[in-house]
């Protein structure tokens, strides 16, 4: 981009090249270069939302030193890491323990609790899948606990009643499992914290998170980087206004610097650009009249039906999956009380399957330990579950009843409320994504002053 009137240094003579006049060379090149600068501005904004997953940098001497004198605002950016480290990672998984709360707060918390996803695991079936898989572990199982806790009652019992012993067991197997379950469901909401399970987890797992930000929001994020063009159509008033001093004269606005005016001018569209392109996509929530927007409503929430089941499906593959539940209820941080429902009703199993007057005598002479008992007979369910339940097989089952389930809730949300979603994330480094944007606009612009001269 450049002025007329003053004195132009380029590596090329455009006039004498081309045979047009200067006017003609600067309403030609300002839009072109102001579309590139859109262009980058916005593709690049996009790519650093995302990437990199793992922070990338190098060693700066003297940063750690410098790091805390420098202002808070400037500390938070992703650049630095501990140790006088700079580098760069992707806004959205820097953030991945505060980008996976908002994922919670704006999409499960809204569609539902989570007794509600857990009966969209059909606990039924899952009992049953469990006392399937238990069966031909039953023998060993119960051959193991009896003789490790209660030998003199076993060695008591004929070989007959011994198998009958182990056929009543394995008999009451779905009964049992059928309860286990009843009784995780009743106390779910102690049980399973589900914001914590999923912030774990996308912490852990940042590139999941980044990948659930780009599936749900996929066609907008290409809309961003496209509407980098409008660069063009902000250029030919800028390219106007330059040749208008020239020719003009103007006593105040002549005396600013012309290439002064180039840089404003191309960190102004860069910014510009980049407000639109978040504006369009995610506001307004709901549709208006064409004198207050003149798009109606945002893109995201415009494609509230379709982009539904896109959330709904991440999130079921990747967030909501009986894997993540399973190991939250056995491994979490209530994993002990789960385990003592489990054994809570073992006990009462086993006060049925072994006649009443053998648990009192086994309880009051302390010959068997029955408290024990019940305690390995749960933990081996606890360990027997990551085996059931961790299967892609019936992970993929599940999945889909969770995507159906969320994809109906997420649908009856109102437009403004489902945006959020998307919106939230991105709202919470814009102000980075402008400067990004000035930037770059400033770094095109002085392309073109050395390129056409100023």
Same mark, same amino acid.
């Given at each position: 981009?450049?002025?007329?009137?003053?004195? !132009? !240094?380029?590596?090329?003579?455009?006039?004498?090249?081309?045979?047009?006049?200067?006017?003609?060379?600067?309403?030609?090149?300002?839009?072109?270069? $102001?579309?590139?600068?859109?262009?980058?501005?916005?593709?690049?904004?996009?790519?650093?939302?995302?990437?990199?997953?793992?922070?990338?940098?190098?060693?700066?001497?003297? @940063?750690?030193?410098?790091?805390? @004198?420098?202002?808070?605002?400037?500390?938070? @950016?992703?650049?630095?890491?501990?140790?006088?480290?700079?580098?760069?990672?992707?806004?959205?998984?820097?953030?991945?323990?505060?980008?996976? $709360?908002?994922?919670?707060?704006?999409?499960?918390?809204?569609?539902?609790?989570?007794?509600?996803?857990?009966?969209?695991?059909?606990?039924?079936?899952?009992?049953?899948?469990?006392?399937?898989?238990?069966?031909?572990?039953?023998?060993?199982?119960?051959?193991?606990?009896?003789? $490790?806790?209660?030998? =003199?009652?076993?060695?008591?019992?004929?070989?007959?009643? %011994?198998?009958s012993v182990i056929a009543t067991i394995d008999a009451r197997v779905p009964a049992i499992s059928q309860r286990a379950f009843a009784r995780v469901g009743d106390h779910i909401d102690d049980l399973l914290n589900v914001k914590l399970m999923t912030v774990n987890h996308l912490r852990r797992n940042p590139a999941v998170l980044s990948d659930i930000f780009k599936g749900m929001g996929a066609p907008e994020l290409r809309f961003m980087v496209k509407i980098g063009a409008l660069g063009f159509l902000f250029g030919i008033p800028l390219a106007l206004y330059l040749n208008w001093v020239h020719e003009a004269h103007p006593p105040i606005l002549s005396?600013?610097?012309?290439?002064?005016?180039?840089?404003?001018?191309?960190?102004?569209?860069?910014?510009?650009?980049?407000? *639109?392109?978040?504006?369009?996509?995610?506001?307004?929530?709901?549709? %208006?009249?064409?004198?207050?927007?003149? =798009?109606?409503?945002?893109?995201?929430?415009?494609?509230?039906?379709?982009?539904?089941?896109?959330?709904?499906?991440?999130?079921?593959?990747?967030?909501?999956?009986?894997?993540?539940?399973?190991?939250? #209820?056995?491994?979490?941080?209530?994993?002990?009380?789960?385990?003592?429902?489990?054994?809570?009703?073992?006990? /009462? /199993?086993?006060? %049925?399957?072994? !006649?009443?007057?053998?648990?009192?005598?086994?309880?009051?002479?302390?010959?068997?330990? =029955?408290?024990?008992?019940?305690?390995?007979?749960?933990?081996?369910?606890?360990?027997?579950?990551?085996?059931?339940?961790? $299967?892609?097989?019936?992970?993929?089952?599940?999945?889909?009843?969770?995507?159906?389930?969320? !994809?109906?809730?997420?649908? /009856?949300?109102?437009?403004?409320?489902?945006? /959020?979603?998307?919106?939230?994330?991105?709202? %919470?480094?814009?102000?980075? #994504?402008?400067?990004?944007?000035?930037? *770059?606009?400033?770094?095109?612009?002085?392309?073109?002053?050395?390129?056409?001269?100023?």
């Amino acid at each position: 981009m450049t002025t007329v009137g003053l004195a !132009t !240094t380029s590596f090329i003579d455009w006039e004498g090249l081309t045979g047009q006049s200067k006017f003609v060379i600067d309403m030609v090149s300002i839009p072109i270069f $102001s579309a590139i600068a859109g262009l980058i501005t916005n593709w690049t904004g996009v790519l650093m939302l995302f990437a990199p997953t793992q922070f990338t940098g190098f060693y700066v001497p003297g @940063l750690k030193t410098l790091f805390p @004198l420098l202002p808070r605002k400037v500390q938070i @950016l992703p650049i630095f890491a501990p140790n006088g480290i700079l580098g760069f990672q992707g806004f959205i998984p820097c953030r991945a323990e505060k980008m996976a $709360s908002l994922i919670v707060d704006m999409s499960i918390a809204r569609i539902g609790g989570i007794a509600d996803f857990y009966q969209q695991l059909e606990p039924d079936k899952m009992a049953e899948q469990m006392a399937r898989e238990a069966r031909p572990h039953i023998r060993r199982i119960a051959g193991d606990v009896i003789n $490790s806790n209660h030998r =003199w009652l076993w060695d008591a019992l004929p070989a007959p009643a %011994q198998d009958s012993v182990i056929a009543t067991i394995d008999a009451r197997v779905p009964a049992i499992s059928q309860r286990a379950f009843a009784r995780v469901g009743d106390h779910i909401d102690d049980l399973l914290n589900v914001k914590l399970m999923t912030v774990n987890h996308l912490r852990r797992n940042p590139a999941v998170l980044s990948d659930i930000f780009k599936g749900m929001g996929a066609p907008e994020l290409r809309f961003m980087v496209k509407i980098g063009a409008l660069g063009f159509l902000f250029g030919i008033p800028l390219a106007l206004y330059l040749n208008w001093v020239h020719e003009a004269h103007p006593p105040i606005l002549s005396a600013v610097p012309s290439w002064l005016v180039v840089l404003a001018g191309a960190a102004i569209i860069g910014v510009v650009v980049n407000i *639109l392109a978040i504006k369009i996509v995610f506001e307004p929530g709901d549709p %208006q009249p064409r004198y207050k927007y003149l =798009w109606k409503q945002g893109i995201f929430p415009k494609r509230q039906y379709e982009a539904a089941a896109q959330v709904a499906t991440m999130m079921s593959e990747k967030v909501l999956t009986v894997t993540n539940f399973t190991r939250e #209820l056995l491994f979490g941080a209530s994993g002990d009380k789960t385990a003592s429902y489990l054994a809570e009703v073992v006990a /009462e /199993e086993v006060d %049925q399957i072994f !006649t009443p007057l053998a648990v009192s005598v086994g309880r009051t002479l302390r010959v068997v330990d =029955w408290d024990d008992l019940e305690r390995k007979v749960s933990q081996e369910i606890v360990d027997l579950a990551p085996e059931v339940f961790y $299967s892609e097989e019936f992970n993929d089952e599940k999945a889909k009843k969770i995507a159906d389930f969320a !994809t109906t809730k997420f649908r /009856e949300l109102p437009p403004a409320e489902f945006s /959020e979603m998307l919106y939230a994330a991105i709202e %919470q480094d814009a102000w980075l #994504l402008y400067v990004h944007g000035g930037l *770059l606009g400033v770094l095109v612009g002085a392309v073109h002053l050395l390129l056409f001269g100023w």
